[in-house]
């Protein structure tokens, strides 16, 4: 026999299960309570208890994040988007669209990011967890992710003594000749590199004692084995997962201020929305050299997380 009494979570997921099979219809409330196998009334009640929010804010913010998708794999018009995702209207789709992710559908669509670019985040901080609020400082960031594989590799990084952010760094060792820091002009002409030069702050497994957070480094293969300029370490990067953060394009008169509030954006979000979890053993967060052009982007390690029974 199976069981009788299923836990919350069990039920949640039920009623989860089959939103998602029927996104593109239209769905009732008598249907979500079908498939918990419980009245309306108590289905709902359950829902927001185990997730934060009803069963049809569920359905809308799922129907929005599968309408993004859509609109990035270029293959439908905005309308046809609308409509196999159960909005009344063009107008309707993109009033939605825009109040929650602060882009509408059009400008999202054709948005210069490469390939694989997935949402802008800041429509799922109102799925309120046990342990998060929706800050409305928020409101007018748009952050876009992506999740990327990085193999095993090695880091050559140039320590400081004491640095805990990019500024600190700099004034350690001086700037460069590309308004960067020193070290930031000798990682530049390492030729075998895999990327470009990134900033880091380093976990502990990764910062012996009595030397700071931040540095500076740049990744090559797992197996170079080419010079290592004097004052260098080197760290050996086990294969992971990166979730990459990219804010949008912004002014470069106005950097601390763009840059600081995709920072602080960054640090709200919760990855486990996408089911992963920050592995900051596994890597260093790092920033690539933020330029307005293309956004503030920021790195960071992830693992999938594993569900508990």
């Known amino acids: 026999m199976g069981d009788e009494n299923p836990g919350d979570s069990t039920i949640v997921k039920q009623m989860q299960t089959y939103i998602q099979a029927h996104l593109q219809e239209p769905i009732t409330s008598s249907e979500i309570a079908k498939a918990a196998g419980y009245s309306q ?46 909005f009344d209207s063009h107008e309707g789709f993109t009033r939605a669209f825009a109040n929650a992710f602060g882009i509408t559908p059009k400008k999202y ?15 799922l901080d109102r799925q309120k967890s046990k ?8 409101k007018q960031t748009v952050i876009f992710t992506q999740i990327m594989e990085r193999p095993a590799r090695k880091l050559i990084l140039r320590r400081s003594r004491n640095a805990s952010h990019y500024f600190a760094y700099c004034e350690e060792f001086g700037c460069g000749d590309q308004d960067m ?31 700071g957070i931040y540095a500076h480094g740049v990744e090559v293969s797992a197996d170079y084995a080419g010079r290592i300029p004097e004052g260098f370490d080197v760290i050996d990067l086990k294969p992971c997962k990166l979730f990459v953060f990219q804010g949008e394009p912004y002014d470069d008169e106005k950097y601390q201020e763009a840059v600081g509030t995709c920072m602080d954006s960054i640090d709200k979000f919760n990855p486990e929305v996408y089911g992963y979890e ?18 503030y982007i920021e790195m960071r390690p992830v693992r999938e997380k594993k569900e508990t029974i």
Not at 76 to 85: G, H, P, R, T, Y
Not at 281 to 289: D, H, R, W, Y
Request: aromatic share 14%.
């Open 41 to 86: 009334y108590h289905a709902a009640r359950l829902f927001k208890a185990e997730t934060g929010i009803s069963p049809f804010e569920y359905i809308r913010r799922e129907r929005l994040i599968q309408s993004a998708y859509a609109l990035r794999s270029g293959k439908a018009k905005v309308l046809n988007i609308a409509l196999d995702f159960v």
């Open 109 to 123: 669509a054709n948005y210069p990011n490469p390939s694989g670019w997935l949402i802008p985040y800041r429509y």
């Open 131 to 138: 342990s998060e609020e929706w800050n409305m400082e928020t």
């Open 181 to 211: 820091s020193s070290p930031w002009d000798i990682l530049c002409g390492i030729e075998e590199a895999l990327y470009e030069p990134v900033g880091v702050w380093l976990p502990d497994n990764m910062r012996p004692e009595g030397t």
């Open 278 to 295: 920050y592995a900051s053993e596994l890597a260093p967060k790092m920033q690539l050299a933020p330029m307005g052009w293309r956004g």
